[in-house]
């Protein structure tokens, strides 16, 4: 199950890194909206790959109303950005920090609990790392001293 929570909260998150897209705001705003897009891109890739790795262990897709479903049963708390909210570039990525975090902590689960192959296990280990390089080494660059 816990491959499918992933699954989830990749949908979840990439549309909330959407909103954070649409949304931020100041004079810093064209590098922003840029790197939030790439991120948009980045979290749509890795769900699209885990959704086809579901597939080849006999986990379905899930639709948008099953991942609330999914998420709502899970015992983590998510998360749904407000559409109408405004974000500064620091609470853009302040609120990146945690998606990074609770997604990697995630795939550190899965990778840990489920019985996958090997191959899958290391393509989801890909993951974490282009994750973790995003969170611990870019995003500590960006909100140092702001």
């Given at each position: ?7 989830s909260?990749?949908?979840l ?14 004079l810093?705003?064209?590098?922003v909206?840029?790197?939030l ?13 885990v ?27 998510y998360?749904?950005?407000n ?17 990074f ?15 996958l192959?090997p ?16 969170l ?8 140092y001293?702001?």
């Amino acid at each position: 199950m816990s491959l499918k929570i992933l699954l989830s909260a990749l949908v979840l998150q990439t549309h909330n890194v959407r909103i954070l897209h649409w949304n931020v705001t100041g004079l810093d705003f064209d590098p922003v909206h840029k790197t939030l897009d790439s991120y948009h891109e980045m979290l749509d890739g890795l769900a699209d790959e885990v959704a086809e790795i579901g597939i080849q262990v006999g986990i379905a897709p899930v639709g948008l109303f099953e991942v609330f479903g999914i998420l709502k049963d899970d015992n983590r708390t998510y998360v749904s950005l407000n559409g109408s909210k405004k974000f500064t570039s620091k609470e853009a990525f302040i609120c990146i920090n945690d998606i990074f975090k609770n997604l990697i902590d995630l795939y550190t689960e899965v990778c840990n609990s489920d019985a996958l192959p090997p191959d899958i296990v290391n393509k989801l280990e890909e993951h974490m790392y282009t994750l973790r390089k995003e969170l611990q080494y870019k995003n500590v660059s960006r909100l140092y001293n702001s």
